[in-house]
């Protein structure tokens, strides 16, 4: 099992930048693929990247390809999301989440959460 804490949203002018980060306890991080989701009012939680236990395969909905980056450092047990060229429709609640089993990019892979963190973005 893994616990998540994100990190890192805030308020950002559009076309602006934000990174936000998600630290996982345990020892056992590298068992578990990583995504980041978002939740807006009123819509569904979407997945936006997804990265592999050890890095090596990325994904990324085509809302986000081309501006958000996944990454994650094992040895520091954290996953993060940059966040480039910021638009308001990207305001949000960013959960990370994890995976043992299944495919990173399908939604029902995800079996931890982290408790969310806001990114708010202004036009």
């Known amino acids: 099992q893994v616990q998540l804490v994100e990190s890192g949203g805030g308020l950002v002018q559009a076309g602006g930048s934000l990174s936000v980060a998600c630290a996982a306890s345990g020892r056992t991080f590298n068992r578990y693929f990583m995504g980041w989701f978002r939740q807006a009012p009123g819509k569904e939680r979407e997945l936006l990247a997804a990265i592999s236990s050890y890095g090596s395969t990325t994904w990324y909905a085509d809302s986000v390809k081309g501006r958000f980056t996944i990454s994650r450092d094992n040895a520091k047990n954290t996953v993060a999301l940059q966040m480039n060229s910021l638009k308001p429709e990207d305001t949000a609640v960013y959960y990370c989440?994890?995976?043992?089993?299944?495919?990173?990019?399908?939604?029902?892979?995800?079996?931890?959460w982290g408790q969310g963190t806001q990114v708010t973005v202004s036009s």
């Open positions: 989440a994890g995976g043992s089993r299944g495919y990173i990019e399908h939604v029902g892979s995800y079996e931890y």
